[in-house]
């Protein structure tokens, strides 16, 4: 199997309980290598940019509000099967549908405020690393 990179973003909620750190190991004892991390506040054009796809659906301001209230950390993760492993740690988008031992389930609140955002595609993974991350900001491949 190939190495993959996919996009972690642990959202407002997760970081004002101060549960970053946490997520970050838990991701590490997933397998996962993070090669870029950093902390930044989307502003409302970089929301609504990043969340663009969602536009015309109508949760976009709430969430467009959500993702600007505060900081989030933006991680890129790598290992085999990045995409499909992500996406099993994190666990279903209800935090009260998620499996024990998931992201969601130790850390989410609600199906709005869920503690992590993941890409749901390696194309996908691909545009959102890019959108956040200049090619020079992330460590190579591991061999």
């Known amino acids: 199997m190939a190495i993959e990179r996919t996009l972690c973003i642990i959202k407002p909620d997760a970081v004002e309980k101060k549960r970053s750190g946490a ?10 290598t993070i090669v870029a991390c950093k902390r930044m506040a ?9 969340y663009a796809v969602h ?5 976009f301001g709430e969430l467009v509000e959500f993702m600007t ?6 991680v890129v993760l790598e290992r085999e099967d990045a995409v ?9 988008t209800d935090p009260a549908k998620a499996d024990a031992g998931t992201i969601r389930k ?4 609600s199906v709005g405020e869920n503690a992590v955002h993941g890409s749901d595609s390696l194309d996908n993974a691909k545009i959102e ?3 956040f991350f200049a090619a020079s900001k992330v460590a190579p491949v591991a061999g």
């Not at 536009?55 to 949760?59: D, E, N, Q, V, W």
């Open 42 to 50: 989307l502003s409302r054009p970089v929301a609504e940019g990043f």
């Open 106 to 109: 130790a850390h989410g609140g």
């Open 23 to 32: 997520i970050l190991a838990m991701l590490e004892e997933a397998g996962f």
């Open 84 to 92: 499909a492993k992500y996406r099993q740690v994190m666990g279903a």
């Open 55 to 59: 536009k015309a659906r109508p949760f």
């Open 129 to 131: 690393i890019g959108y």
């Open 69 to 74: 209230r505060s900081p989030v950390f933006v």
